[in-house]
């Protein structure tokens, strides 16, 4: 039996980059897949490509800061494929232009940032736990390595940190509540994404995307950036019952940033 047979899985953001591979590997695992994204054309994108594999896949329009919106995409998963079983919280923004020094981030920026990286987060958990504290279930919260160490602009860093600790919160909770649910956090290094390549617009020291890769690869030490597949090799076993005694963690995968 594939690890996730059976299972039924939410992937936000899973329009592009790291949702989309996130989408497509719990697909080749078993699960049936709700891909959602505010773009929804990515999302029947990435819905199409599973499907074409003979994979279960169903796109949806999402805005992750929508309560009603939450409640409608559980609602479309338990009526399309059953109980969800998995939720991966992946929809996030980079903030990349608009808080690069504390002194100058603007309220309205914060607030932005804020409301895609930590609320709709704080969100999926919430309706997750409902949906999920008599059968059961995993969550995955996509933090980042700035939710661990300080360098990108600050309202990035205190939304990410914000994920690693929610996430803490959520697995104590549902524990203390016997609830059979996990939740933890994946700490990702740089992943050649299209978010990742945008923020060249916003440095001043870097006028290409050759040039930050370059200046990115010398912050890893394994010698190279990560891949989108590199991170959802970690959501799929997070999801999976082989990883049944993992919960309140953070899963780093960051080709030796944080080590340096």
Not at 150 to 175: D, Q, T
């Amino acid at each position: 039996m594939a690890r996730l047979e059976k299972r039924v899985a939410i992937v936000t953001g899973a329009g592009s980059g790291i949702g989309e591979a996130t989408a497509e590997v719990l697909a080749r695992a078993g699960a049936s897949v709700v891909v959602t994204d505010i773009n929804v054309s990515a999302a029947e994108q990435t819905a199409n490509v599973i499907q074409q594999r003979g994979q279960q896949a169903l796109a949806l329009e999402q805005d992750v800061t929508s309560q009603t919106q939450w409640d409608s995409v559980f609602a479309a998963a338990r009526d399309h494929f059953g109980p969800v079983s998995g939720l991966v919280n992946n929809a996030g923004v980079s903030g990349a232009g608009k808080d690069r020094l504390e002194e100058d981030v603007g309220l309205d920026a914060w607030r932005s940032i804020m409301s895609i990286n930590l609320d709709a987060v704080h969100l999926g958990c919430r309706k997750a736990i409902q949906e999920m504290k008599v059968n059961g279930g995993s969550i995955v919260n996509i933090s980042s390595i700035m939710g661990l160490v300080g360098g990108a602009g600050p309202a990035y860093n205190a939304s990410k940190g914000g994920v690693r600790l929610l996430s803490k919160s959520v697995a104590v909770h549902c524990g203390k509540m016997g609830y059979p649910i996990r939740c933890n956090s994946i700490h990702p290094g740089y992943i050649w994404t299209p978010m990742v390549r945008n923020i060249v617009e916003s440095l001043e020291d870097v006028s290409n995307e050759e040039e930050l890769h370059e200046m990115l690869l010398a912050l890893h030490p394994v010698g190279r950036l990560g891949q989108p597949s590199d991170i959802a090799n970690g959501v799929s076993f997070l999801l999976s019952d082989e990883s049944s005694f993992v919960t309140g963690s953070e899963l780093v995968i960051d080709g030796g940033y944080t080590s340096v």
